[in-house]
T-cell receptor
């Protein structure tokens, strides 16, 4: 169990640029989640995958955001035409299966700063 | 809809004293309740969960939480706090038929020597 890995740890970009983050979940974890956390707030749900299928997206996820999990393993989160309001910590989490009482394993996050 | 409230932004306690972090929830069905802790520059770590059964749940690092259905609360407790317990604590709720956790705003715990 090597834990959930997220890359990069930090990303600084200029407004209007595109950014992509990567998440490698714990191997054989079927569920993968993306959350966003701003300073002083709790994590907010963005989207989740069951294997390669994206099953739910939050209304927070505008059309500038897209997430993929092409082979049911790692996932990417892309933000197009970044805005200063996108500055936040982006957290990835995984769980073993689809049971709703499963605990989530979180990565350390990607801190995005949009200048 | 489901929501979680953590009424205290920060809790200060002296080392060795009891620690309580408050959480109330609102759901339209049977709740699954969780506590997570976040240390600086680290990901959130699971502490404990309530699914069903005994209202008192014991978790990691000596923490426990009590589920109170009538008060819709799930307060986190530790009988004797340590300086190393200083961190950010999050309460979260999921519906028994739900697919995602909803987190509270977090409570910062500061344990002073």
């Amino acid at each position: 169990d090597t834990g959930v890995s997220q890359n990069p740890r930090h990303k600084i970009t200029k407004r209007g640029q595109n950014v992509t983050f990567r998440c490698d979940p714990i191997s054989e974890h079927n569920r993968l989640y993306w959350y966003r956390q701003t300073l002083g707030q709790g994590p907010e749900f963005l989207t989740y995958f069951q294997n390669e299928a994206q099953l739910e997206k939050s209304r927070l996820l505008s059309d500038r955001f897209s997430a993929e999990r092409p082979k049911g393993s790692f996932s990417t989160l892309e933000i197009q035409r970044t805005e200063q309001g996108d500055s936040a910590m982006y957290l990835c989490a995984s769980s073993r299966n689809r049971a709703t009482n499963e605990k989530l394993f979180f990565g350390s996050g990607t801190q995005l700063s949009v200048l | 809809a489901q929501s979680v409230a953590q009424p205290e932004d920060q809790v200060n306690v002296a080392e060795g004293n009891p620690l309580t972090v408050k959480c109330t929830y609102s759901v339209s069905g049977n709740p699954y309740l969780f506590w997570y802790v976040q240390y600086p520059n680290r990901g959130l770590q699971f502490l404990l969960k309530y699914i069903t059964g005994d209202n008192l749940v014991k978790g990691s690092y000596g923490f426990e939480a009590e589920f109170n259905k009538s008060q819709t609360s799930f307060h986190l407790k530790k009988p004797s706090a340590l300086v190393s317990d200083s961190a950010l604590y999050f309460c979260a709720v999921n519906l028994s038929a739900g697919n995602k956790l909803t987190f509270g705003g977090g409570t910062r715990v500061l344990v002073k020597p």
